[in-house]
């Protein structure tokens, strides 16, 4: 029974930590998830992308990918990926440990959000959390190759559209995820700049995760 209660807990603070995402990025109309780059995952440590997301009824909002750190986890690569957006409540930064061809290719997830501590999340809570598409060329179809010009210059990519009608153009000159542009459900994505020597948002040590000083934390931002 007490497991129970916590995991429900657990669902209500990461359903209450996500919709404060999504309103710190003025982001209340695209649901509870905040915005993932899609492409094809080419983890380098270090390298990363910016990205302006902005939503059908015009919020932007600027979010960073960035591969801080490499593991090994049950013989496989692992790479932490952290993704990072400023908002009214403070900086937000997701880091999860990605092994690219492991069953649950999402191996941790720690979040910060502005000074708290940062947090080792539980299971339950990871459906908020980063999961990226690693390849989308296995659920789009290319439609071609085009010239793309984006704030960080013009790329010759990959033109693929997803079956729910989702567009994203790639390149291998963009780190990560190679991703251009993407527009989905009414939101774009489009590449600002190209990040080099990347380092961890993260600052501190993670503590397990705790409801109330979750609670706590936010309610003093």
């Known amino acids: 029974m007490k497991r129970l209660r ?8 990461v ?22 780059a899609t492409g094809v995952f080419s983890p380098t440590v270090g390298a990363g ?3 302006e997301s902005t939503t059908a009824d ?4 600027t979010i960073e990918f960035t591969v801080v750190g490499k593991e090994t986890v049950n013989g496989k690569d692992g790479y932490w990926l952290e993704w990072w957006t400023p908002g009214k409540m403070g900086d937000m930064v997701l880091k999860t440990l990605v092994v690219p061809g492991a069953p649950d290719a999402t191996q941790h997830v720690i979040m910060q959000m502005g000074k708290n501590p940062p947090m080792e999340m539980p ?10 598409n690693l390849d989308i060329r296995g659920t789009s179809q290319d439609v071609g190759k085009e010239s793309v010009t984006v704030p960080a210059g013009t790329y010759s990519a990959e033109h693929y ?3 729910d009608g989702g567009d994203t153009w790639i390149s291998g000159q963009v780190p990560v995820f190679g991703m251009v542009k993407s527009s989905n459900n009414g939101t774009t994505m489009v590449l600002t700049k190209v990040i080099t020597g990347a380092k961890d948002r993260i600052t501190g040590t993670p503590v397990p995760f705790n409801p109330q000083m979750m609670m706590q934390g936010m309610q003093n931002q």
């Open 6 to 13: 916590f995991a429900a807990l657990c669902a209500f603070c």
């Open 123 to 132: 299971t339950q809570s990871r459906g908020m959390s980063v999961k990226p």
């Open 58 to 61: 015009g919020n932007k909002t």
């Open 15 to 36: 359903a209450v930590v996500a919709s404060a995402a999504s309103a710190q990025m003025g982001m209340g109309g695209m649901g509870m998830r905040p915005p993932m």
């Open 161 to 163: 559209k997803s079956k």
């Open 49 to 51: 992308v910016q990205y």
